[in-house]
């Protein structure tokens, strides 16, 4: 169950506020159906740091080994409050709504999340993060997007679980919505922090820039682009991701990319997606 509100306090200064009472319950691989039967399944656990060691799945029906390793049910309250402030906002003020121009100044947020021990909860721990963002037009160079996070437990708790760790974008498939925020060959878990982080994200669109002054490839109208993710948190330091791509009419994408980790090389990927919904929302 979760309450929460958000208002615009004056221009350029927004402010969230949340509420939010969890029970939290593991969820095991199992199905009581099956089109034709195989005799005696196993499944594979839901532990997430479990597809690290995937010969430790033969172990998954055993009791004992699902009281040591899965994540125990448990409740969290959290309070939340959330603060955006974007300076000399422009905008325009019309009967059915505000539309925002934007401003020559990043957005930065900041937030502060508390969770307590009340209403029978078991999960206690502070975090603040912020963030700044921003789109830069570079004239006939093209548009440059950055978003910069970090973020701090402000000291370590027993009472914290799993889900409580703050979990970073991660993919690992061939396909992806192109967030910004994304990273393109990191794992779901294996760097989640409970500690400092940081993270940095920048995509550069050219804009045809290149692209147009190849004769046929023009005809095509294809843009260009290229990306740089950055992760540093007390597990790890300096992983980092670079990427290039053609996009077409900024919907349909085509990237390749490759990640650091210390100076070393890791393996070179490919996703392809679409970059925003159908109705057009980001």
Do not use: C
Not at 224 to 236: K, N, P, Q, R, V
């Amino acid at each position: 169950g979760r309450l929460e509100h958000r208002s615009e306090l004056f221009n350029g200064l927004r402010l969230g506020l949340a509420a939010e009472f969890a029970d939290r319950l593991p969820l095991r691989n199992s199905t009581s159906y099956a089109i034709a039967s195989t005799g005696d399944r196993k499944y594979t656990t839901n532990i997430p740091w479990m597809a690290e060691y995937p010969e430790l799945n033969a172990l998954a029906d055993e009791p004992w080994f699902l009281e040591r390793y899965e994540v125990p049910r448990n409740q969290s309250f959290t309070l939340e409050a959330d603060l955006r402030i974007r300076i000399r906002q422009k905008y325009i003020d019309r009967p059915e709504g505000k539309y925002i121009i934007g401003s020559k100044y990043p957005e930065l947020g900041i937030t502060y999340k508390k969770a307590i021990k009340i209403l029978d909860a078991d999960a206690e721990y502070d975090l603040i993060s912020t963030t700044i963002s921003d789109d830069l037009r570079l004239g006939l160079l093209g548009k440059l997007h950055y978003l910069i996070g970090a973020g701090r437990f402000l000291e370590f708790n027993e009472d914290m679980y799993f889900m409580d760790l703050h979990h970073f974008n991660g993919n690992k498939t061939w396909f992806t919505n192109f967030k910004l925020d994304q990273f393109r060959n990191l794992d779901y878990y294996k760097e989640s922090s409970l500690g400092n982080y940081l993270e940095m994200h920048a995509e550069h669109h050219f804009g045809g820039f290149l692209l147009n002054k190849i004769p046929y490839i023009r005809k095509l109208k294809l843009t260009e682009f290229a990306g740089m993710h950055y992760l540093y948190t007390d597990g790890i330091e300096h992983y980092t991701e670079v990427s290039l791509g053609i996009e077409k009419l900024n919907f349909i994408r085509l990237e390749v990319y490759t990640s650091f980790v210390e100076n070393k090389m890791g393996t070179v990927g490919i996703v392809f997606g679409i970059k925003r919904s159908i109705g057009g929302q980001r």
